[in-house]
């Protein structure tokens, strides 16, 4: 198994609570990517990062922030959370070479917001 | 419109039975395509990478058609434990950026 570790596990909010969801990696990957899983959504990208603090926007981005300081971490921020982000969140990582572009997924966080 | 296209299904099939499932894309440009397999309240894994000139492992099977740009996943011998939402992926090397199917449901019976 790909070694990505995401915490927490499950959270429960309320609205307008900030909340930061964690994913670390120990494949030294470049990419790191956050989706949301919802009901005949599928996996929505929400942010993702090409290395150490640079990052890019997914089609769900409103509402949510990233952080990237280190290869290992990367951080995804709701400022003020919403009922229309609870979701289970997931995080990749990719190698990012041409022929080994594959994700790999850590287990998800069930964020619920009340 | 959708940038993957998949059957939600489900797809209820008995013990043994060749069950497939066909994936379109909207983008020709797309480079890499993938089969991922989600268990319940589990993670998405990838099942197998799919190539131009098709793949095999095992009992699974993949075919990608650039031409009317879709994908397809042969299963053959279905077993209990291939039970599982199928997920349609397709990537772009130079932007590392994948694109998901909403996922088709696969239930195999005894």
Known sequence: DAGITQSPRHKV???G????????????????YWYRQDPGHG?????YSYG????????????????RSKTE???????????SQTSVYFCAISEGTSGKNIQYFGAGTRLSVL | ???????PGPFNVPEGATVAFNCTYSNSASQSFFWYRQDCRKEPKL????????????????????????????????KLSDSA????????????????????KLNVKP
């Not at chain 1, 971490?73 to 009922?83: H, I």
């Not at chain 2, 799919?50 to 042969?74: C, H, K, M, P, W």
């Not at chain 2, 349609?88 to 090397?93: E, I, Q, S």
Request: proline share 1%.
């Open chain 1, 13 to 15: 909010t309320e609205t």
């Open chain 1, 17 to 32: 609570t900030p909340v930061t969801l964690r994913c670390h990696q120990t494949e030294n990957h470049r990419y790191m």
């Open chain 1, 43 to 47: 996996l929505r990208l929400i942010h």
């Open chain 1, 52 to 67: 150490v603090k640079d990052t890019d926007k997914g089609e769900v981005s409103d509402g949510y922030s990233v952080s």
């Open chain 1, 73 to 83: 971490d990367f951080l995804l921020t709701l400022e003020s959370a919403t009922s």
């Open chain 2, 1 to 7: 419109r959708k940038e993957v296209e998949q059957d």
């Open chain 2, 47 to 78: 099942l197998m990478s799919v190539y131009s000139s098709g793949n095999e492992d095992g009992r699974f099977t993949a075919q990608l058609n650039r031409a009317s740009q879709y994908i397809s996943l042969l299963i053959r011998d279905s």
């Open chain 2, 85 to 104: 939402t199928y997920l349609c992926v397709w990537g772009l090397y130079n932007f590392n950026k994948f694109y998901f199917g909403s996922g088709t």
